[in-house]
Protein backbone atom coordinates (compact mmCIF):
# COMPACT_ATOMS: atom_id res chain seq x y z
CA UNK A 1 0.00 0.00 0.00
CA UNK A 2 1.53 3.36 -0.84
CA UNK A 3 -0.01 6.58 1.22
CA UNK A 4 0.44 10.38 0.14
CA UNK A 5 0.13 13.13 1.87
CA UNK A 6 0.09 16.56 0.84
CA UNK A 7 0.79 19.55 2.16
CA UNK A 8 2.15 23.96 1.21
CA UNK A 9 -1.68 24.79 -0.10
CA UNK A 10 -2.79 28.04 1.33
CA UNK A 11 -3.92 31.38 0.18
CA UNK A 12 -1.78 33.74 -1.57
CA UNK A 13 -2.07 37.34 -3.50
CA UNK A 14 -2.32 36.80 -7.74
CA UNK A 15 1.37 36.87 -9.13
CA UNK A 16 2.90 34.77 -5.99
CA UNK A 17 3.84 31.44 -5.02
CA UNK A 18 3.22 28.40 -3.03
CA UNK A 19 5.41 25.27 -3.20
CA UNK A 20 3.61 21.89 -2.73
CA UNK A 21 4.94 18.84 -1.41
CA UNK A 22 4.05 15.14 -1.16
CA UNK A 23 5.29 12.95 0.88
CA UNK A 24 5.19 9.50 -0.51
CA UNK A 25 5.46 6.00 2.14
CA UNK A 26 4.92 2.64 1.36
CA UNK A 27 6.10 0.10 -1.12
CA UNK A 28 6.38 1.53 -4.84
CA UNK A 29 8.45 0.74 -7.60
CA UNK A 30 11.74 2.34 -8.94
CA UNK A 31 10.06 3.25 -12.18
CA UNK A 32 6.57 4.57 -10.97
CA UNK A 33 5.13 7.89 -12.36
CA UNK A 34 3.92 10.62 -9.70
CA UNK A 35 1.39 13.39 -10.80
CA UNK A 36 -0.72 16.64 -9.72
CA UNK A 37 -4.13 17.17 -10.41
CA UNK A 38 -6.25 19.85 -9.38
CA UNK A 39 -10.33 20.01 -8.91
CA UNK A 40 -11.96 23.60 -8.44
CA UNK A 41 -15.64 23.46 -7.41
CA UNK A 42 -18.03 22.29 -9.86
CA UNK A 43 -15.63 21.34 -11.89
CA UNK A 44 -13.87 18.10 -12.92
CA UNK A 45 -10.22 16.88 -11.66
CA UNK A 46 -7.40 18.24 -14.35
CA UNK A 47 -4.26 17.01 -14.73
CA UNK A 48 -1.64 19.74 -13.90
CA UNK A 49 1.81 17.77 -14.15
CA UNK A 50 3.67 14.23 -14.07
CA UNK A 51 7.05 13.03 -13.55
CA UNK A 52 8.95 9.96 -13.89
CA UNK A 53 10.63 8.89 -10.47
CA UNK A 54 13.54 7.31 -11.71
CA UNK A 55 14.02 9.69 -15.19
CA UNK A 56 13.22 13.27 -13.75
CA UNK A 57 11.23 13.77 -16.83
CA UNK A 58 8.41 16.03 -16.72
CA UNK A 59 5.10 16.96 -18.33
CA UNK A 60 2.73 20.00 -17.78
CA UNK A 61 -0.55 20.79 -19.13
CA UNK A 62 -0.47 23.44 -21.07
CA UNK A 63 -2.41 25.99 -18.68
CA UNK A 64 0.28 25.50 -16.18
CA UNK A 65 3.64 25.40 -18.56
CA UNK A 66 6.30 27.66 -17.53
CA UNK A 67 4.56 28.64 -14.27
CA UNK A 68 4.18 25.25 -12.45
CA UNK A 69 7.44 23.16 -11.89
CA UNK A 70 7.39 19.47 -10.91
CA UNK A 71 10.91 17.94 -9.26
CA UNK A 72 11.33 15.11 -6.69
CA UNK A 73 13.61 14.53 -4.00
CA UNK A 74 14.42 10.79 -4.11
CA UNK A 75 16.23 10.57 -0.60
CA UNK A 76 13.41 12.18 0.84
CA UNK A 77 10.15 10.42 -0.85
CA UNK A 78 8.79 13.65 -1.80
CA UNK A 79 7.58 15.20 -4.70
CA UNK A 80 7.04 18.74 -5.31
CA UNK A 81 5.29 21.28 -7.00
CA UNK A 82 6.70 24.99 -7.65
CA UNK A 83 3.76 27.64 -8.69
CA UNK A 84 4.35 31.05 -9.60
CA UNK A 85 2.76 33.86 -11.56
CA UNK A 86 -0.12 32.18 -9.55
CA UNK A 87 -3.45 33.38 -10.83
CA UNK A 88 -7.15 33.20 -9.56
CA UNK A 89 -7.98 30.82 -11.93
CA UNK A 90 -5.61 28.20 -10.18
CA UNK A 91 -7.58 28.10 -7.13
CA UNK A 92 -8.51 24.56 -6.31
CA UNK A 93 -7.97 21.74 -4.17
CA UNK A 94 -4.45 20.10 -5.56
CA UNK A 95 -3.90 16.59 -5.28
CA UNK A 96 -0.44 14.16 -5.14
CA UNK A 97 -0.97 10.52 -7.08
CA UNK A 98 1.05 7.92 -8.03
CA UNK A 99 0.93 5.41 -10.74
CA UNK A 100 2.64 2.03 -10.35
CA UNK A 101 3.58 1.64 -13.62
CA UNK A 102 6.84 1.14 -15.38
CA UNK A 103 7.70 4.60 -16.93
CA UNK A 104 11.02 4.45 -18.11
CA UNK A 105 12.90 6.94 -20.79
CA UNK A 106 10.81 7.29 -23.41
CA UNK A 107 7.59 5.95 -22.02
CA UNK A 108 5.00 8.34 -22.22
CA UNK A 109 3.63 9.66 -18.50
CA UNK A 110 0.00 9.40 -17.48
CA UNK A 111 -1.92 12.47 -17.90
CA UNK A 112 -5.33 11.47 -16.92
CA UNK A 113 -6.38 10.57 -13.86
CA UNK A 114 -7.81 6.99 -14.41
CA UNK A 115 -4.26 5.92 -15.16
CA UNK A 116 -2.84 6.62 -11.42
CA UNK A 117 -3.53 4.23 -8.59
CA UNK A 118 -3.04 6.24 -5.49
CA UNK A 119 -3.90 9.47 -4.35
CA UNK A 120 -3.12 11.98 -1.53
CA UNK A 121 -6.25 13.78 0.15
CA UNK A 122 -5.67 17.14 -1.25
CA UNK A 123 -4.63 21.07 0.13
CA UNK A 124 -6.43 23.72 -1.00
CA UNK A 125 -4.80 26.87 -2.82
CA UNK A 126 -6.69 29.84 -2.83
CA UNK A 127 -5.53 32.52 -5.23
CA UNK A 128 -7.22 35.90 -4.50
CA UNK A 129 -7.37 38.71 -7.08
Known amino acids: QVQLVESGGGLVQAGGSLRLSCVVS????????MGWFRQAPGKEREFVAA????????YYADSVKGRFTISRDNAKNTVYLQMNSLKPEDTAVYYC??????????????????????WGQGTQVTVSS
Open 97 to 118: AADRGFYGLGYRLPRGAYEYDY
Open 26 to 33: GRTGSNYA
Open 51 to 58: IGWNTGVT
